[in-house]
């Protein structure tokens, strides 16, 4: 069966997925099954199958999972923000429109994506502008993390890790020989010559920045990890990112103890049912609040519809529940089992994508295919880790499912840009 | 570069491995923990949305029913006040709940057990509970505790059943409290400090010396063990030495060899006191186990609001084989006893249901918002604890109390009572705890009872057997 095939009877299941998940949503808060949920998973098979037909023409060789995972997830996402809230809903399913829309623009634009190698320093300074941008505006929850457009927010950290991802892959490209090469052995570590060292000790001075302007531990996490995974995979030694590990520990650390509101995130983490911690703005009720969500889910949820999310006065049990926490919910409703099927799936896809970089023949390729795996497996680490526990909560989306614009659009991007290096990739000589 | 790709993804592989690990712990390992931390409130949140079923009387007077609030939440409220404050208890999002409101919790949300848990699943949860109806019979209470109320200092309690089937027609307790608007700032501990303990549940939880109603289990011992009959003489002298001491009759009466029937209407101390002694204490406490004494009372209640009557040291019950009791002193209501009215209704109801003690209960059945009887609740046997004829034995003795005895009061006209009145003397303050246990009428009971005042002036013949009598006449009629 060729590629497209394949790629198109995957999408039926997924397309089922979200017609049962409105059909149960709707069952749960009106007692009667409208023919609204056929409605709307016609209409997301139908979108699904438009991209899928332009996947056909345009990359015919392209990976066949990829597109219907996303969708998948997409999908999913769509009926748990439904059931959290009707209007959100309807902006997401915008937004994935436009996203899919951003996602043909990408392939047909960007066809030579080795186009971006040319452009990469202003690739890179672009993308460290937008992410300052965000200090202009005023702190959520302490960090800077968001900009207001007009009456849409736009967060430049989802776009950010694009720019960064592809700057880094054609930046090591170019240097990777002489970095190793030039490697000397020092107290035996393998350091790289201080020549080459030297861009690399801008991008930790980066990243450490962004902690100190954005002050998010997350995003930081994110950018810094991706950069590690890329120096890794570029040189072979596994020395270079260790010692990259310690400086971002060290500077972690650092700022954990110095900035007033890394340090509340890291102390909620530690003792999130500390009473005072507990009653604090900005304590730890919102990492509470998440465990309890879970443990009310247990091995199978409590259902679809069926998680408490409102007080009876009308104020909000989970905080974001649509955004940060929204991995907490679909716990509380779909249980470990619901959970652990949303993990696997981003599992996947990390396959897929590691699979592209693999069969990519050219070293900007692979990197490139890497490094957007990479920062896309530490998103969903950063934030499904968060929520769980096993490091402190930050505000990122978990993507395609989380609410946000900017997330399912540069999402979108990223997903267009692994298609189109495995298209080139596969494609018969 | 392929090499460094694939053991990347071995460590993409290992973190997530970290959050399916972490994800079990919170979802399943830890659930239980934190579904029970001090501050999740969302259990009890969910449970507030619930229209809680009703509670109803025999009578369908309505003790309890939830009103809704704003928000969607609903509030319970208690019609009758305070007069059953201690049977049906409360339901409160803040305090907790108990009682009957507690006990029976999970039909009154409407929780199934099986198979009709998965449905209730499926269809997304049920959002109104079953109503509950009760045993009890306003009438008769409400004259109980008026009663307990105007006596000595006012606290005390009664427990009324129905022998056949265990049904308990009265459970009051003097002082009581209002249970609306219970979750008030500041009211419940306001009632928890009180010195009068209006919270606390005389009827179950209380730890009264019983006095001279325990000779009822002495006698059944005697009878039952073949030991002795009714007519069997023993000296009634006054100053006899139990246990290595000299023990006084009341007003220091003397009595000489006096048959047993005798011994049990002028509750002469000196015959049941060797009674018990040669009974000795493994055959007394196969008797007091039999009828309940010595594990919580089997009531649909809460386990912390029963308590277990026996002889007690330093708070903790002793073993019916215990060096420490002195069974002689014991047999006649003293030692180290402590009952609870409950339990002394209960020895009554076994010899007015011919020996047999049925289980006592409040829960009469349980019916779903469609009508469908969910549970019925029946009457179900504790077990024998004497032969037929002990039983009719020691209920005639009894009915010679009411009769010529201690326990005239307790009379009424037309209807024979047995019964057996009891006084103690109480450290704690200038009256006595004043007793009467009774079943009427003799021949084909219809209800056995306890009556107990703390602290009052008088005789349990001339204080509690009156209050006896105007609740049996209450629920006699």
């Known amino acids: 069966m060729s590629a497209r095939n394949r790629e198109l009877f995957a999408l039926i299941p997924a397309s089922l997925l979200v017609t049962g998940g409105f059909a149960a949503v709707f069952i749960q808060q009106s007692a009667q099954l409208s023919n609204v949920s056929l409605t709307y998973g016609a209409l997301f098979l139908g979108l699904c199958l438009g991209a899928h037909l332009f996947l056909r023409v345009a990359l015919p060789y392209a990976d066949p999972y990829l597109f219907p995972l996303m969708a998948l997830l997409a999908g999913f996402g769509l009926v748990v923000i439904y059931r959290i809230d009707e209007k959100l809903a309807r902006e997401q399913a915008q937004w994935f429109v436009i996203g899919l829309v951003l996602f043909v623009a990408t392939i047909v634009f960007l066809r030579d994506y080795r186009l971006l190698e040319r452009y990469r320093y202003l690739i890179a300074s672009a993308s460290i502008a937008i992410l300052l941008l965000p200090r202009i505006g005023s702190p959520v929850n302490g960090a800077y993390l968001a900009v207001q457009l007009g009456p849409i927010q736009f967060q430049p950290a989802e776009f950010g890790k694009l720019g960064i991802v592809i700057f880094l892959a054609s930046y090591l490209r170019d240097t990777r020989q002489l970095l190793v090469q030039g490697a000397r052995r020092f107290l035996g570590l393998t350091l790289p010559p201080l020549k080459h060292f030297g861009p690399l000790l801008v991008v930790w001075g980066l990243a450490m920045l962004m902690l100190l302007v954005i002050r998010d531990l997350g995003s930081s996490v994110m950018f810094f990890g991706a950069f590690l995974a890329l120096l890794y995979v570029a040189t072979n030694r596994l020395s270079f990112p260790l010692v990259g590990f310690v400086l971002f520990a060290i500077g972690a650390w650092y700022f954990g103890t110095h900035i007033g509101h890394i340090h509340a995130r890291i102390e909620a983490w530690q003792d999130p049912f500390n009473r005072h911690l507990y009653d604090q703005v900005g304590g730890s009720y919102q990492i509470a609040q998440s465990l309890f969500a879970q443990a009310d889910g247990g091995m199978f949820g409590t259902g679809f519809g069926q998680s408490l999310l409102g007080l009876p006065g009308g104020g909000v049990i989970l905080p974001a529940a649509h955004t940060d926490l929204i991995y907490a919910v679909i716990t509380n409703e779909l249980g470990l089992v619901g959970a652990c099927a949303v993990l696997l799936t981003y599992l996947l896809i990390c396959e897929r994508g590691f699979k592209i970089a693999l069969l990519a023949r050219d070293s900007f390729s692979k990197l490139l295919a890497t490094g957007l795996t990479s920062v896309f497996a530490l998103q969903v680490f950063v934030i499904v880790g968060g929520v769980t526990k096993v490091i402190p909560l930050t505000g990122v989306t978990l993507p395609f499912i989380s609410y946000g614009g900017s997330s399912i659009l540069a999402n979108f991007v990223l997903l267009a840009l692994l298609l189109l290096v495995s298209d080139r990739a596969r494609r018969p000589a | ?477």
Not at chain 2, 134 to 148: G, K, S, W, Y
Not at chain 2, 195 to 200: A, C, E, R, T
Not at chain 2, 457 to 470: D, L, M, R, S
């Open chain 2, 1 to 477: 570069m392929n090499a460094p790709i694939i053991r990347l993804f071995g460590l993409v592989v290992v973190l997530f491995t970290v959050l399916v690990v972490f994800a079990s712990r919170w979802a399943v390992f830890d659930a239980k923990s934190l579904n029970d931390n001090a501050l999740n409130k969302r259990g009890v949140l969910e449970a507030a949305k619930i229209d809680r079923g009703v509670i109803r009387a025999g009578d369908g007077t309505v003790l309890a029913r939830s009103v809704k609030q704003q928000g969607g939440v609903y509030q319970r409220t208690y019609p009758t006040g305070e007069l059953f404050s201690h049977a049906i208890g409360y339901s409160f999002t803040d305090i907790g709940q108990a009682g009957l409101e507690r006990f029976y919790n999970d039909p009154l949300i409407g929780k199934r057990q099986g198979i009709d848990s998965l449905f209730d699943q499926l269809s997304g949860g049920r959002k109104q509970g079953d109503d509950l109806s009760v045993t009890l019979d306003p009438n008769a209470q409400r004259i109980a505790t008026n009663a307990l109320r105007s006596t000595g200092d006012g606290h005390g309690a009664v427990v009324a059943m129905d022998p056949h089937t265990g049904a308990i027609k009265v459970m009051a307790s003097t002082p009581g409290y209002d249970p609306n608007n219970l979750d008030r700032p500041g009211r419940f501990a306001a009632l928890n400090r009180d010195s009068g303990s209006p919270v606390f549940n005389r009827a179950t939880q209380s730890s009264y010396p019983p006095g001279s109603t325990f000779k009822v289990v002495t006698a059944i011992a005697a009878i039952d063990s073949g030991r002795y009959t009714q007519d069997s003489t023993v000296s009634g002298q006054n100053g006899k030495v139990i246990s290595g001491v000299p023990l006084q009759n009341d007003n220091g009466e003397s009595f000489g060899a006096i048959p047993l029937t005798e011994a049990l209407t002028n509750s002469v101390n000196t015959v049941w006191a060797e009674v018990a002694e040669t009974l000795g204490k493994s055959t007394m406490g196969r008797y007091m186990t039999r009828l309940g004494f010595y594990s919580k009372p089997p009531l649909d209640y809460p386990a912390d609001q029963r308590l277990a009557s026996g002889e007690y040291r330093n708070g903790r019950l002793l073993s019916p084989l215990s060096p420490s009791i002195d069974v002689g002193r014991m047999g006649i209501g003293q030692d180290l006893l402590a009952v609870t009215p409950l339990q002394m209704a209960m020895v009554a109801s076994a010899v007015a249901n011919n020996g047999v003690l049925v289980r006592p209960h409040m829960g009469s059945r349980v019916v779903d918002p469609d009508g469908r009887v969910r549970d019925d609740i029946r009457p179900q046997e504790e077990g024998r604890v004497m032969r037929p004829s002990t039983a009719k034995t020691v209920g005639s003795m009894m009915s010679q109390v009411v009769k010529e005895g201690t326990g005239t009061a307790a009379a009424l006209s037309g209807i024979e009572v047995a019964g057996k009145t009891g006084t103690a003397e109480k450290n704690q303050c200038s009256g006595n705890q004043t007793w009467f246990i009774a079943f009427a009428p003799v021949t084909n009971p219809k209800i056995a009872i306890a009556v107990t005042n703390e602290c009052a002036n008088g005789t349990g013949g001339e204080v509690a057997a009156p209050i006896a009598k105007q609740v049996m006449e209450a629920l006699i009629h």
